[in-house]
């Protein structure tokens, strides 16, 4: 029996994002007519920094607007040079990163002003990077109990939930030891091909 799963569209999600992402017999829903919550994986993503847990923040235009469908990031801090550059940094010695450099720089490539759009583009990308295709739809009106599995709240950035996923090698391990559920960046860059099954032993 397929279910339905409501998901938030984060940027760069976590690596537990993609795990209910991905799980067979499921249909999958992204929301766009919430209102969009600040400080939430929407506008942010976390990888491992030289320094341990690093996140990256999309500065959004306060333009009123209040839908997720209709935010709009703002390019006056030059978000998207300062991201790569970050993630390159924390990166580029990691066993898999050459691999994917360039499909993951035109992640970054400037234009696209819409938040949900961008958020959707970098979807699109990890997919291909991991040779998936899950289709998606995304929601066409905002409803507070929704015909669906409700995964809106369920992952968050400001706390994040210890999971106890199993261990795997990261760049800076020897300095501050294995951080679980970053942005499934971390996994791609360490794990390379074996991202998936990583993904799918979660249960």
């Known amino acids: 029996m397929t279910t339905k799963i409501l998901l938030p569209a984060f940027y760069l999600p976590p690596v537990s994002w993609f795990a209910a992402f991905l799980k067979e017999d499921r249909d999958v829903i992204l929301e766009q007519y919430e209102h969009f919550p600040k400080q939430t994986y929407r506008s942010r993503t976390c990888i491992y920094g030289a320094n341990g847990r690093l996140s990256l923040f999309i500065p959004i235009r306060h333009n009123g607007e209040r839908a997720l469908k209709d935010i709009e990031v703002s390019d006056r801090e030059n978000w998207r040079k300062l991201h790569w550059k970050s993630i390159k940094t924390a990166y580029q010695s990691s066993p898999y990163f050459e691999f994917y450099e360039d499909q993951l720089e035109s992640i970054f490539e400037p234009g696209e002003k819409s938040l949900l759009k961008i958020n959707l583009k970098a979807l699109q990308t990890l997919q291909n990077i991991l040779k998936t295709d899950r289709q998606y739809t995304l929601t066409d009106e905002y409803l ?28 800076f391990t020897n300095k501050y030891g294995f951080i679980e559920d970053l942005s499934i960046l971390d996994l791609i860059c360490n794990k390379g091909p074996e991202t998936l099954t990583y993904i799918r032993n979660l249960g």
Request: glycine share 4%; proline share 11%; charged share 45%.
């Open 144 to 171: 507070r109990l929704p015909d669906a599995e409700d995964y809106r709240d369920a992952f968050n950035a400001k706390k994040p939930e210890e999971r106890g996923y199993p261990e795997y090698y990261q760049t």
